[in-house]
């Protein structure tokens, strides 16, 4: 292990992020335009962003200066830890900021300093691996510079930081595609370029088309600018940060929803196929067996959700601004009121709405809600709470297990079956007419083990902070799914500020294992990892 080709690489991100983090420190000196350049950089919401430019770009640039002669010694090993500490490192000096906010802003409650520093960086931890998880109670009052700086983090960490890397570090070489290819399994492993530093800035290009035509689309719907651009850097991320308390049910408008929906939808999509389709490929998509794959689940569960939904009773699990701002009324006084004003077609409609809502918002993992799902009848949870283990396709933005890793485990289990009649029966493991090799198919049984392993580890420990036995595993698997809102205490009208302090640093390390898809981080915690 090569030591100093770390602290190069890390250095060079964090000159990155420092020039990044003053984007968000301009809106906040804009926002108090008014009273002077000198004036606005006293408060808190714009300092903190100055220190932490100053000193992530300052560490950086020194950092490079004294490791450059390590720039040239990166291998497999090097590339892990680069990826696995640029993410603890980006989050530590990234969540400056915000300490300084939640210690200083006016409005903010009280806090100590180590209270401070562990909510700000469970926020920007959240941010950066696209939970969507927050601590704050009142998102509306924050600053739009700290709003932004949320979006800014969903945004960065969406396309993921193993793509990340490879741009920024065009001459890893196999080191590159050997993380390319663990972050996308299966049938999805090609290059569309000769050079993978060309396949992965087509991506991000890609990501960023769609994150532009989306905030055209907020625009036209009604958002503000800034709301469209902050709601579409968390759309495309899967991640689920909003500018308002009660997120997309704050805005009263069913062309939203719907773009929102529609481009949620994408974000789980694997952007290969995004490009494929951008180049007039479209009919690809349909030949893609996890897009298939995807796609049937997808639409099974609107169904099965909308017609359990219909027969229960739709209205009382709305909650746009009318059934939050009226939450004293019953949920069967509701109910019967909403039966009594809308016809069946409008109350099938709007049921269908809520339910593809809510499913694509959990199944791609990015967490926004126009419905409290936690009122909606027990069946459904338990649907809801299967879909935040299966995630989104390979190669796309969203978290959880991955649709193909799900259907490799299928097959194998299939063949197994077979097996047990025809014992010399040889089967392969296909997906999409190609064999998935042994290796391969290891590979996934391992991650899901160690998924599975680190969902009843997580929610173990978190029963010895949280009192609820239903919040404790909903805080394991919306962190380790990288999914934000879950059930009971931090449900879609509930946030994570409550929770205990040591409770809130095991769901940090779940949300980074869960983005990192668990082996990155593992391996470089063997002490023979960081031997010559």
């Known amino acids: 292990m090569h030591k100093t080709a770390v602290a190069y690489s890390v250095g060079k991100l964090m000159q990155i992020m420092g020039l990044l983090l003053l984007v968000p420190m301009a809106i906040g000196v804009y926002d108090h335009r008014s009273q002077g350049f000198s004036a606005a950089v006293g408060h808190p919401d714009v300092y903190g962003f100055v220190l932490a430019a100053l000193l992530t770009s300052g560490l950086g640039s020194v950092a490079v200066r004294i490791f450059r002669g390590g720039r040239d010694l990166m291998g497999v090993r090097e590339g892990l830890a680069i990826v696995a500490i640029g993410w603890v490192t980006l989050t530590f000096f990234s969540c400056l900021p915000m300490f300084v906010w939640l210690l200083y802003g ?38 739009r510079s700290i709003l932004f700086l949320r979006a800014l983090t969903h945004w960065l960490g969406g396309m993921g930081i193993i793509t990340l890397a490879i741009v920024v570090f065009p001459g890893m070489g196999i080191t590159a595609y050997q993380m390319f290819k663990s972050e996308v399994p299966g049938p999805h492993k090609e290059k569309l370029s000769p050079r993978l530093s060309q396949t992965t800035a087509i991506l991000w290009g890609v990501y960023g088309l769609l994150t532009g035509a989306q905030t ?75 897009f298939i794959f995807y796609n049937s689940i997808i639409l099974i569960a609107i169904v099965v959700i909308t017609a359990i939904l219909h027969f229960h009773g739709p209205a009382s699990f709305d909650i746009a601004a009318d059934s939050w701002r009226y939450g004293e009324q019953s949920i069967e006084e509701f109910s019967e009121h909403y039966r009594e004003q809308s016809g069946l077609f409008s109350s099938l409609y709007q049921t ?57 485990v299928v097959k194998v289990i299939v063949n197994a079956i077979r097996k ?56 394991s698997i919306a962190t380790i799914g990288n999914i934000g809102p879950g059930l009971a205490g931090i449900g879609a009208v509930e946030n994570y500020g409550w929770i205990p302090l040591p409770g809130k640093w095991i769901l940090v390390a779940s949300m980074l294992l869960g983005r990192l898809e668990i082996f990155t981080v593992l391996v470089i915690l063997r002490p023979g990892f960081w031997r010559k």
């Open 420 to 475: 047990r009649a025809q014992p010399k029966l040889v089967v392969p493991v296909k997906v999409g007419g190609q064999v998935v090799d042994d290796n391969q198919v290891l590979s996934v049984l391992s991650f899901l083990t160690l998924f599975i392993g680190l969902f009843v580890a997580t929610g173990l420990l978190m029963t010895l902070f949280v009192d609820d036995l239903t919040t404790a595993v909903a805080c």
């Open 352 to 408: 269908f709405r809520i339910a593809a809502f809510q499913t694509i918002a959990i199944v791609t993992t990015t967490g926004f809600a126009t419905a409290d799902f936690d009122m909606w009848p027990n069946a459904v949870r338990f649907i809801l709470v299967l879909l935040m283990f299966l995630g989104g396709c390979a190669g796309s933005t969203g978290g959880g297990i991955k649709m193909v890793r799900i259907m490799i």
């Open 106 to 143: 006016p409005g903010v409650a009280q806090y100590s300093v180590f209270g401070a520093f562990t909510d700000a960086y469970f926020e920007i931890m959240s941010g950066f691996t696209t939970t969507g998880a927050t601590i704050l109670t009142n998102i509306e009052a924050a600053p």
């Open 216 to 290: 055209i689309l907020l625009i036209i719907g009604g958002m503000t600018p800034f709301e469209a651009i902050c709601h579409a850097f968390a759309t495309m991320a899967t991640g689920g940060f909003s500018t308002e308390n009660t997120s997309i049910a704050a805005y009263q408008s069913e062309f939203i929803r719907w773009v929102i929906i529609i481009f949620m939808w994408f974000a789980g999509v694997n952007f290969l196929l995004h490009f494929r389709a951008l180049r007039g490929n479209i009919r690809g998509m349909f030949y893609d067996r996890e």
